[in-house]
Nanobody, 118 residues
Framework: QVQLVESGGGLVQAGGSLKLSCAAS????????IAWFRQAPGKERQFVAS????????GYAVSVKGRFTISGDNAQNTVYLQMNSLKPEDTAVYYC???????????WGQGTQVTVSS
């Protein structure tokens, strides 16, 4: 059973940076994908970025491309989301999740709040 714990959220001014961490425990397979999502109040959860567990392929939402970078450390069983040039519209609860190749999400973290002030 996979468990995920996010950390690193906080309050930052527009233009600032934060680095989120997603620590995983349990069995993650090399063909699994770790994804970051976010959900702002009153809005649907949206995809932010993803990386496969072999760390060879990444993907980004258009809204964060060029500002956010996803990376991972297999030895630490951790995936990171470096967020630069933050905007107020990046304010949301950020979640990480594990997706199997069949598209099924098998685990979600509890989320970490990111607030960007203008």
């Amino acid at each position: 059973q996979v468990q995920l714990v996010e950390s690193g959220g906080g309050l930052v001014q527009a233009g600032g940076s934060l680095k989120l961490s997603c620590a995983a425990s349990g069995r993650i397979l090399s063909w699994d994908t770790i994804a970051w999502f976010r959900q702002a109040p009153g809005k649907e959860r949206q995809f932010v970025a993803s990386i496969n567990w072999s760390l060879s392929s990444t993907g980004y939402a258009v809204s964060v491309k060029g500002r956010f970078t996803i990376s991972g450390d297999n030895a630490q069983n951790t995936v990171y989301l470096q967020m630069n040039s933050l905007k107020p519209e990046d304010t949301a609860v950020y979640y990480c999740a594990v997706r199997r190749p069949d598209g099924q999400y098998i685990a979600w973290g509890q989320g970490t709040q990111v607030t960007v002030s203008s």
